[in-house]
């Protein structure tokens, strides 16, 4: 019996059939009738390469006219063109064109394309995923899967973390038992992803098709379609876009996904970028008893941002920042740096991301390095004699240990600092070893009490702090700065064009009045 179906299969092709029946034939097969169905829809896409190399395919017969008569032409026509080219001081003047255009075309072809920040879009989840730090710890006693020391170990957490008491946790992690299914991780991509989406297309009037590139990054999550493919759908985005997902990059792949945008929108003209920015807690929590797995439990919460970019010259006019530099240092190649953020299974198999006792200080060895690149970028010559006449002396001197290594004051290159909320100690730290003042790290806290740690979108929450609270004016200069798993630290520089006014959707639109508020040992104090 189990050789039935192919002899039949052979017999059935071996007929040979009219057209309706070869139609019918493949429309069974699932393959389409393509000499019925090719329409204008089908052949849009064909029209416009057409029209974006309308201009090559037109100079191809100009060429060819220009070879065939200049094929025409005698040795004697040309000596005689030559002699009174001479009489007439032509050559020079046409010599002299031609340097100029071409000095001009490479000129034009090679200077990098100025990159717009048009705006950007933050996720405000729904007020029933609030997550106070008594509910956290009761639904944490109530699911069964922690031991005491392990609840003792999250409650001291949570009280020194700098978390608020509304920050949000996804559904599924509100459930009692929590259910941490693939069904309820794509829910929580859905809503976060298409939330910052809705409100950046709402408050831009953009055309879902018009975009040309999307980058998407999310570092734990990472399903089969992609991410990048479920926005696709869900917006039905044209068919010759370039997407792209990176995955497994940390909390500074926003920086990463701006400068693969920003890649791209060199290459490719009139074109529009968006890159999205999150992390999904719903498969990424940790059931065991580990306490170095336990700390991003108390620190990662619910959040995702949508940023448009765009290097078309005529959104300069509506764009809120222009770009100006992206510094990358990546320590990998260090074993202790490359392990001090590991995702891996305990002693009893549970998967978690383990942080290691070391993680400040390379993070502070990864940011020395960030920070002695982006320098000369954006120091004024003033700081940047000062630092090289430090480094000298160290180098010099034999009482080298004596001198002191110069920090140069970042405060006179930037007016703005939005230093990823990965923790109280990493801004802590950050604060001192640059010499900020409370008011430039206010942004970092505000956010990290608000909506805590949401990974590689904190940076632009703390930017619409920044809009929110009416500082950002025309020819300041914002500093975004992130640390990754890697171990990464990534920085974006931008310069404001405008004054800039908060968008409609903020996240932080019904409590800014509630801000800043001050963190006294972990306690937030109304100011």
């Known amino acids: 019996m189990g050789g039935g179906g192919p002899i039949e299969n052979c017999s059935e092709e071996a007929i040979p059939l009219n057209g309706e029946q070869q139609q ?32 090559a395919l037109l100079l191809i017969p ?49 200077r990098p394309r100025p990159i717009y920040l048009v705006d950007f879009a933050c996720y405000r989840p729904p007020d029933r995923l609030s997550a106070s730090s008594s509910r956290f710890i009761t639904h944490s006693r109530l699911c069964g899967q922690f031991d005491d020391s392990a609840l003792q170990f999250q409650e001291r957490i949570l009280v020194r973390s700098g978390l608020g008491e509304d920050t949000y946790l996804p559904d599924a992690l509100h459930s009692l038992p929590p259910v941490p299914s693939m069904s309820a991780a794509r829910q929580e991509a859905e809503a976060v992803m298409f939330g910052a989406l809705d409100s950046l297309f709402r408050n831009t009037s953009l055309n879902p098709r018009d975009i040309g590139i999307l980058v998407v990054n999310c570092s734990l999550f990472n399903p089969t379609p992609s991410l990048s493919a479920m926005i696709v759908n869900r917006y039905h985005l044209r068919g010759n876009i370039r997407t792209f997902n990176l995955g497994g990059m940390g909390c500074s792949a926003g920086v990463i ?19 999205v920015s999150t992390e999904n807690i719903t498969q990424n929590w940790y059931f065991g008893n580990r306490k170095s797995m336990l700390i991003p439990n108390c620190l990662f919460r619910v959040g995702c941002s949508a940023v448009l970019l765009s290097n078309r010259p005529f959104d300069r006019s509506r764009a809120k920042y222009r770009l100006a530099h992206v510094v990358r240092t990546h320590r990998g190649a260090d074993d202790r740096a490359f392990r001090c953020v590991y995702q891996e299974e305990d002693n009893a198999g549970k998967v978690g991301v383990s942080l290691s006792k070391d993680l400040m200080a390379i993070a502070g060895e990864a940011l020395k390095v960030n920070i002695t690149t982006l320098g ?24 080298a ?49 608000r909506f805590g740690n949401t990974s ?72």
């Open 376 to 399: 000369p970028l954006v120091l004024p010559v003033s700081e940047q004699l000062l630092f090289f006449a430090s480094l000298v002396a160290r180098k010099l001197l034999k009482s």
């Open 401 to 449: 240990a004596k001198v002191k290594p110069y920090i140069p004051d970042f405060k006179l290159a930037f007016e703005h600092f939005c230093i990823h909320a990965g923790g109280r100690a990493v801004i802590d730290e950050l604060e001192k070893n640059l010499h900020l003042l409370p008011s430039h790290v206010e942004a970092s806290r505000m956010t990290l009490h």
């Open 257 to 275: 996904s701006l400068d693969l945008a920003r890649d791209l929108l060199q290459v490719h003209r009139s074109t529009y970028a968006v890159v």
């Open 62 to 110: 100009l060429m060819a006219a220009i070879l065939v008569e200049a094929s025409r032409v005698s040795p004697d026509d040309l000596r005689r063109l030559w002699l009174s080219l001479q009489q007439d001081h032509l050559i020079s003047v046409l010599v002299a064109s031609a340097f100029l255009v071409f000095a001009s075309t490479a000129y034009l072809s090679t």
């Open 24 to 55: 019918q034939r493949r429309g069974r097969r699932g393959l389409p009738d393509f000499l019925q169905s090719v329409n204008l829809r089908h052949v849009k896409l064909g029209y416009h390469y057409l029209v974006s190399h309308l201009l």
């Open 456 to 527: 590689s979108s904190s940076i632009w929450y703390e930017l619409a702090y920044l809009e929110a609270k009416g500082r950002v004016h025309r020819r300041h200069r914002v500093w975004q700065i992130a640390f990754g798993s890697g171990f990464k630290c990534n920085s974006v520089v931008w310069h404001a064009l405008r004054n800039i006014r908060p968008s409609p959707g903020s996240p932080w639109e019904d409590c800014i009045s509630h801000y800043p508020v001050q963190i006294v040992d972990g306690f937030p104090q109304e100011s």
